[in-house]
């Protein structure tokens, strides 16, 4: 028989206004296993606690429920408290009264029988708990970065400040991401080259930071503390040992054509690139789809020409292995896809461009050396219209439901940069609302309309078309004038969405982190655990999590660092017992449970089994602890009921369904 | 079908001669011509016909009886090899049990090829011998229409010719398939080292007349009220002698459930009505997505539930949500039920979904 002690509490009136706590206290005495029960105004306080383990010593209970909030919320306070007086902590039961029961109910009456079942129903669990001893997993003390924008790089510098060693994987040829790409940054119209690349130049020589360029993620297993990542460095056909990053092979090629990327493609680019000037780490990349060597077999004008002798058409991907403690993801992002609004004509009219190509246009490495100028004829613009929110805040269908958060700011930035530098030029600038929360930017944005007299219309436009003279006719509504309006400019700048990179769903997959239906990764708790994935070990920083400006940005990378930090401090990780396993004289060796794992904690060994007296060989599952993270998959695919889980047992989930059934 | 029996016994006797295979898995026949049931044959001259059968009650999926079969010879072989070694011989001169030959038609090779996905059995120890099936009839309804007293039956191509001691009766065999086989998915072994087909059908042709899944249409067209009636009316039936479960391949737990008195759900006297009920209801879900839909289960109930709906409608679901899955198409497929797929399967939020709501 065992002594159970049951802890109703009130929450102030966030439970006891909805369920009658006292009734619910009498209900339970009446279980023959609950030797004790009582509530109170707030269990988790220190008052409460203390309840608790008088309770504990007084009544030698031997499991205790607390009847409060989500275990997700004090189910680890309430273990303590349990520890502290001597039960182990595992004889602990939640039972959620308040987010599953008093939130949701109006009826005091509904909600005090729900209380009551749910109470009754920990209690037959409890009962059947067994004490369980978490174990012990070493920590190695390294930490990957995916991603190597402003976010990754912050990350990493915080995290080898510290004394650990971080390797970056950065998918393009450089680090930089981004913010490398942009022109200015607001509030304070500083030049993003000049704050951005000093740090990429502090990670390459930082002695604890290793960058891997060029590389991808190509397979990660393993659990918090000790990952085992796969990382493929792709062929660049340039050795990065030997490559001195003096760039005769970039202008040699005689192949122009590839997309220049970092120009947003407004320019074209040799086969053998390096992004641009500031590049980490600055060595040629060749691109193999363009380089006339690959597509012909001549060619080699690079190779002929390098003093460094460091081209290699021979080179292949090379995958290597390396273990990790830690891993912060830092995607990023990618402007989103503006052709499905093409009633603004992006894809027929060169004159309309998205927000990241007006800021290489505008910038002095840009390919029109920081004049502004019409891509269509090289041009001087004396118009510009900014249409806001293309694609963000979408309800069509066509884009996308969020705010994307650094439009407003970077318009407002463009707009007064180029009244700045242009006085001739007209800005009118299209918005459904200007959102400018935020140190300083609400007075950017006023000193935008005020001092820089940019046009600000609200509402949204309804088409952009090529008039006669060959300049582009914006076709809007001014919502505040209620008339239309009919604007001939000479460019259109649409503020187009930000989305998740596209690679982050291969990459939540392999880390087996949860992503939202817009592919933001989702953390831990939207406010008391915003930098954590819900996957132990797993970091979130930058706008792979939501959209964010750099300032945001930045400081989120710091706090990953922190996290992170915290974790590689530790030499060892207390592991959860709440695992899997299997009854050996039940397991059919079918592999069920193996095809269901999301985190490869099952294989298979041929070993001698004992059954009614028949020694015999079988095909048994046997589960690895230390990647078993207890989601219990396996125990619900196990036909036999062969696999099942500690401290969440077949038998315990089927006691609670009993009570509830009762 | 003589001439198939002549080529199968042929083919075994050769196999078990030269040493090729140790046993064979066949069928026999019982105390009436139609009642036939699987045998193991050890010898070539037990291998005689009239022993040995192959004729159009040769329903039964011979499939799961390589589980035991297979068991037993390797635990024969390890028993003699820790004899020898007790006795200081060497164990490793105790030859290995060598393989089994086994004749699947062609919807018992999908429960073949489940069983090898499951890791049931080995395919080192079996040589599988496809036979050609044309479909196997149903002595329950050929004895409803109007046939009793029966002392042989004749195949004799589409007809069967019964000899009664009342008389002689002619059926169209279509009209006395079984249900499995009015359904049939099709006449191509699945899985076979050698098929024994003397006159091959079309590509394509020899699929069932009847739809697989009218039945499951007809009770998913009912209220849930006429449904409940429906199955209270069949289930009621149940004896819980546990045919269906014995026969059925994809039921092969070292420890089925219902004999393991931890589980909470084993054979006991009922409690309420409901019970039996729950019985099926276990089993299909514990089936759901392995089942090949072989049609063992309603073959072999002596009480003649319709059991293969409760399966046929899992099937159908399974379609339905997850797209076409045949269980037993191919050996080591992923079934949709039990496969995590790291590409699609994260975590959506729900929240998002919800609109935060």
Same mark, same amino acid.
């Given at each position: 028989?065992?002594?159970?002690?049951?802890?109703?509490?009130?929450?102030?009136?966030?439970?006891?206004?909805?369920?009658?706590?006292?009734?619910?206290?009498?209900?339970?005495?009446?279980? /023959?296993?609950?030797?004790?029960?009582?509530?109170?105004?707030?269990?988790?306080?220190?008052?409460?606690?203390?309840?608790?383990?008088?309770?504990?010593?007084?009544?030698?209970?031997?499991?205790?429920?607390?009847?409060?909030?989500? /275990?997700? +919320?004090?189910?680890?306070?309430?273990?303590?408290?349990?520890?502290?007086?001597?039960?182990?902590?595992?004889?602990?039961?939640?039972?959620?009264?308040?987010?599953?029961?008093?939130?949701?109910?109006?009826?005091?009456?509904?909600?005090?029988?729900?209380?009551?079942?749910?109470?009754?129903?920990?209690?037959?669990?409890? %009962?059947?708990?067994?004490?369980?001893?978490?174990?012990?997993?070493?920590?190695?003390?390294?930490?990957?970065?995916?991603?190597?924008?402003?976010?990754?790089?912050?990350?990493?510098?915080?995290?080898?400040?510290?004394?650990?060693?971080?390797?970056?994987?950065?998918?393009?040829?450089?680090?930089?991401?981004?913010?490398?790409?942009?022109?200015?940054?607001?509030?304070?119209?500083?030049?993003?080259? %000049?704050?951005?690349? /000093?740090? +990429?130049?502090?990670?390459?020589?930082?002695?604890?930071?290793?960058?891997?360029?060029?590389?991808?993620?190509?397979?990660?297993?393993?659990?918090?503390?000790?990952?085992?990542?796969?990382?493929?460095?792709?062929?660049?056909?340039?050795?990065?040992?030997?490559?001195?990053?003096?760039?005769?092979?970039?202008?040699?090629?005689?192949?122009?054509?590839?997309?220049?990327?970092?120009?947003?493609?407004?320019?074209?680019?040799?086969?053998?690139?390096?992004?641009?000037?500031?590049?980490?780490?600055?060595?040629?990349?060749?691109?193999?789809?363009?380089?006339?060597?690959?597509?012909?077999?001549?060619?080699?004008?690079?190779?002929?020409?390098?003093?460094?002798?460091?081209?290699?058409?021979?080179?292949?991907?090379?995958?290597?292995?390396?273990?990790?403690?830690?891993?912060?993801?830092?995607?990023?992002?990618?402007?989103?896809?503006?052709?499905?609004?093409?009633?603004?004509?992006?894809?027929?009219? /060169?004159?309309?461009?998205?927000?990241?190509?007006?800021?290489?246009?505008?910038?002095?490495?840009?390919?029109?050396?920081?004049?502004?100028?019409?891509?269509?004829?090289?041009?001087?613009?004396?118009?510009?219209?900014?249409?806001?929110?293309?694609?963000?805040?979408?309800?069509?269908?066509?884009?996308?439901?969020?705010?994307?958060?650094?439009?407003?700011?970077?318009?407002?930035?463009?707009?007064?940069?180029?009244?700045?530098?242009?006085?001739?030029?007209?800005?009118?600038?299209?918005?459904?609302?200007?959102?400018?929360?935020?140190?300083?930017?609400?007075?950017?944005?006023?000193?935008?309309?005020?001092?820089?007299?940019?046009?600000?219309?609200?509402?949204?436009?309804?088409?952009?078309?090529?008039?006669?003279?060959?300049?582009?006719?914006?076709?809007?509504?001014?919502?505040?004038?209620?008339?239309?309006?009919?604007?001939?400019?000479?460019?259109?700048?649409?503020?187009?969405?930000?989305?998740?990179?596209?690679?982050?769903?291969?990459?939540?997959?392999?880390?087996?982190?949860?992503?939202?239906?817009?592919?933001?990764?989702?953390?831990?708790?939207?406010?008391?655990?915003?930098?954590?994935?819900?996957?132990?070990?797993?970091?979130?920083?930058?706008?792979?999590?939501?959209?964010?400006?750099?300032?945001?940005?930045?400081?989120?990378?710091?706090?990953?660092?922190?996290?992170?930090?915290?974790?590689?401090?530790?030499?060892?990780?207390?592991?959860?017992?709440?695992?899997?396993?299997?009854?050996?004289?039940?397991?059919?060796?079918?592999?069920?449970?193996?095809?269901?794992?999301?985190?490869?904690?099952?294989?298979?060994?041929?070993?001698?089994?004992?059954?009614?007296?028949?020694?015999?060989?079988?095909?048994?599952?046997?589960?690895?602890?230390?990647?078993?993270?207890?989601?219990?998959?396996?125990?619900?695919?196990?036909?036999?009921?062969?696999?099942?889980?500690?401290?969440?047992?077949?038998?315990?989930?089927?006691?609670?369904?009993?009570?509830? %059934?009762? | 079908?003589?001439?198939?029996?002549?080529?199968?016994?042929?083919?075994?006797?050769?196999?078990?001669? $030269?040493?090729?295979?140790?046993?064979?898995?066949?069928?026999?026949?019982?105390? &009436?011509?139609? !009642?036939?049931?699987?045998?193991? &044959?050890?010898?070539?001259?037990?291998?005689?016909?009239?022993? &040995?059968?192959?004729?159009?009650?040769?329903?039964?999926?011979?499939?799961?009886?390589?589980?035991?079969?297979?068991?037993?010879?390797?635990?024969?072989?390890?028993?003699?090899?820790?004899?020898?070694?007790?006795?200081?011989?060497?164990?490793?001169?105790?030859?290995?049990?060598?393989?089994?030959?086994?004749?699947?038609?062609?919807?018992?090779?999908?429960?073949?090829?489940?069983?090898?996905?499951?890791?049931?059995?080995?395919?080192?120890?079996?040589?599988?011998?496809?036979?050609?099936?044309?479909?196997?009839?149903?002595?329950?309804?050929?004895?409803?229409?109007?046939?009793?007293?029966?002392?042989?039956?004749?195949?004799?191509?589409?007809?069967?010719?019964?000899?009664?001691?009342?008389?002689?009766?002619?059926?169209?065999?279509?009209?006395?398939?079984?249900?499995?086989?009015?359904?049939?998915?099709?006449?191509?072994?699945?899985?076979?080292?050698?098929?024994?087909?003397?006159?091959?059908?079309?590509?394509?042709?020899?699929?069932?007349?009847?739809?697989?899944?009218?039945?499951?249409?007809?009770?998913?067209?009912?209220?849930?009220?006429?449904?409940?009636?429906?199955?209270?009316?069949?289930?009621?039936?149940?004896?819980?002698?546990?045919?269906?479960?014995? $026969?059925?391949?994809?039921?092969?737990?070292?420890?089925?459930?219902?004999?393991?008195?931890?589980?909470?759900? !084993?054979?006991?006297?009922?409690?309420?009505?409901?019970?039996?009920?729950?019985?099926?209801?276990?089993?299909?879900?514990?089936?759901?997505?392995?089942?090949?839909?072989?049609?063992?289960?309603?073959?072999?109930?002596?009480?003649?539930?319709?059991?293969?709906?409760?399966?046929?409608? &899992?099937?159908?679901?399974?379609?339905?949500?997850?797209? !076409?899955?045949?269980?037993?198409?191919?050996?080591?497929?992923?079934?949709?039920?039990?496969?995590?797929?790291?590409?699609?399967?994260?975590?959506?939020?729900?929240?998002?979904?919800?609109?935060?709501?």
């Amino acid at each position: 028989m065992q002594r159970i002690g049951v802890f109703v509490c009130w929450c102030g009136s966030n439970i006891a206004a909805t369920v009658d706590v006292d009734r619910v206290v009498e209900a339970v005495k009446t279980d /023959p296993n609950v030797v004790h029960a009582e509530n109170y105004q707030y269990m988790c306080s220190e008052a409460g606690q203390k309840l608790i383990r008088d309770a504990i010593t007084e009544h030698q209970l031997t499991g205790i429920v607390v009847c409060s909030c989500s /275990p997700r +919320m004090h189910e680890q306070t309430f273990r303590k408290t349990a520890e502290a007086a001597g039960l182990n902590q595992y004889m602990v039961e939640i039972a959620n009264i308040r987010e599953q029961c008093s939130w949701i109910h109006k009826d005091k009456d509904e909600g005090t029988e729900k209380a009551i079942i749910l109470a009754r129903a920990a209690i037959a669990k409890v %009962c059947l708990n067994a004490p369980l001893q978490p174990g012990q997993s070493k920590v190695v003390k390294r930490a990957l970065i995916i991603g190597g924008g402003i976010a990754g790089i912050q990350s990493a510098i915080d995290i080898a400040d510290a004394g650990y060693k971080v390797d970056i994987v950065e998918r393009t040829p450089t680090i930089g991401g981004k913010m490398a790409q942009l022109d200015k940054t607001f509030p304070t119209l500083d030049c993003a080259s %000049c704050i951005v690349t /000093p740090k +990429m130049v502090e990670c390459a020589q930082h002695p604890n930071i290793t960058i891997y360029a060029y590389s991808e993620v190509e397979e990660v297993k393993g659990f918090v503390g000790n990952f085992n990542v796969k990382i493929r460095k792709k062929a660049r056909y340039v050795d990065e040992t030997k490559c001195t990053g003096c760039a005769v092979c970039t202008e040699k090629c005689p192949s122009r054509k590839g997309r220049n990327e970092f120009n947003c493609g407004l320019d074209t680019r040799g086969a053998v690139y390096i992004p641009f000037a500031q590049a980490i780490p600055n060595v040629a990349t060749i691109d193999a789809t363009n380089c006339l060597h690959f597509k012909t077999g001549k060619c080699g004008i690079c190779a002929k020409n390098c003093s460094a002798n460091a081209i290699d058409f021979e080179q292949k991907d090379e995958i290597f292995e390396e273990q990790y403690g830690a891993i912060v993801v830092a995607t990023g992002y990618q402007i989103s896809d503006v052709t499905k609004f093409d009633e603004y004509q992006y894809t027929k009219h /060169p004159d309309v461009v998205t927000s990241l190509e007006l800021e290489r246009l505008m910038n002095a490495a840009g390919p029109s050396k920081g004049v502004l100028v019409k891509p269509s004829d090289g041009k001087h613009p004396h118009d510009i219209v900014f249409i806001q929110c293309v694609g963000s805040r979408d309800i069509s269908g066509r884009g996308k439901c969020y705010c994307s958060k650094i439009c407003c700011m970077y318009t407002a930035k463009h707009a007064m940069l180029i009244r700045e530098k242009y006085p001739d030029v007209n800005v009118h600038v299209f918005y459904i609302d200007v959102r400018t929360p935020g140190k300083n930017f609400d007075e950017f944005y006023r000193r935008a309309v005020e001092q820089y007299n940019v046009d600000y219309i609200k509402g949204m436009v309804g088409k952009v078309y090529e008039n006669e003279k060959g300049g582009l006719t914006v076709q809007a509504v001014d919502l505040i004038s209620n008339e239309r309006v009919m604007l001939d400019t000479d460019m259109v700048v649409l503020a187009a969405a930000i989305e998740p990179s596209d690679g982050v769903k291969h990459i939540a997959s392999m880390l087996t982190a949860s992503i939202d239906t817009n592919n933001f990764l989702t953390e831990a708790h939207p406010k008391l655990r915003p930098v954590e994935s819900p996957t132990a070990g797993v970091f979130l920083s930058g706008v792979c999590q939501g959209p964010k400006d750099i300032p945001e940005t930045v400081s989120q990378a710091g706090a990953a660092a922190v996290k992170v930090v915290g974790l590689l401090a530790k030499d060892y990780l207390v592991t959860n017992p709440c695992t899997a396993h299997t009854d050996e004289t039940m397991c059919n060796g079918c592999s069920s449970c193996e095809r269901v794992c999301p985190y490869g904690a099952i294989s298979y060994i041929d070993k001698e089994v004992m059954d009614k007296g028949v020694r015999e060989v079988r095909r048994i599952a046997q589960v690895n602890g230390a990647l078993c993270q207890g989601c219990g998959a396996c125990t619900v695919a196990c036909p036999s009921g062969a696999m099942d889980l500690k401290g969440f047992s077949n038998k315990q989930i089927m006691a609670e369904v009993d009570a509830i %059934c009762k | 079908m003589q001439e198939i029996t002549g080529l199968m016994v042929k083919r075994a006797k050769e196999l078990l001669e $030269a040493g090729e295979v140790q046993r064979v898995i066949g069928w026999t026949t019982g105390d &009436f011509c139609y !009642d036939v049931t699987p045998a193991v &044959f050890t010898k070539a001259e037990d291998l005689e016909e009239g022993k &040995f059968v192959y004729n159009s009650f040769c329903g039964s999926n011979l499939s799961k009886y390589l589980i035991q079969t297979l068991r037993n010879d390797i635990n024969a072989v390890n028993t003699a090899k820790a004899m020898a070694a007790r006795k200081g011989e060497n164990p490793d001169d105790i030859p290995g049990p060598g393989k089994t030959l086994v004749f699947l038609k062609p919807c018992d090779t999908y429960s073949f090829n489940q069983l090898l996905t499951e890791h049931r059995i080995d395919k080192s120890l079996v040589y599988v011998i496809g036979v050609a099936c044309r479909g196997m009839a149903d002595i329950e309804k050929i004895k409803l229409m109007g046939a009793s007293g029966i002392t042989k039956v004749i195949d004799a191509g589409d007809k069967l010719e019964v000899k009664t001691i009342y008389g002689d009766k002619s059926f169209d065999k279509k009209d006395v398939l079984l249900e499995k086989c009015a359904c049939c998915k099709g006449k191509e072994h699945k899985y076979a080292d050698e098929v024994i087909d003397p006159e091959p059908l079309p590509e394509g042709e020899g699929k069932g007349p009847m739809d697989r899944m009218a039945g499951v249409t007809m009770l998913e067209e009912m209220t849930a009220e006429e449904r409940y009636a429906f199955w209270n009316d069949q289930l009621s039936r149940c004896i819980k002698c546990y045919a269906c479960r014995n $026969a059925c391949p994809a039921c092969t737990c070292m420890k089925c459930v219902f004999d393991n008195p931890r589980s909470g759900v !084993d054979s006991k006297a009922n409690v309420t009505e409901f019970e039996e009920k729950m019985y099926h209801i276990i089993r299909a879900f514990h089936v759901a997505g392995r089942c090949t839909d072989c049609g063992e289960c309603s073959r072999v109930c002596p009480q003649g539930i319709p059991l293969h709906l409760l399966n046929r409608k &899992f099937i159908k679901d399974i379609n339905e949500f997850y797209g !076409d899955y045949q269980a037993g198409e191919a050996e080591g497929q992923r079934a949709p039920l039990v496969n995590f797929d790291a590409e699609n399967d994260v975590e959506p939020s729900i929240v998002n979904e919800k609109g935060g709501n």
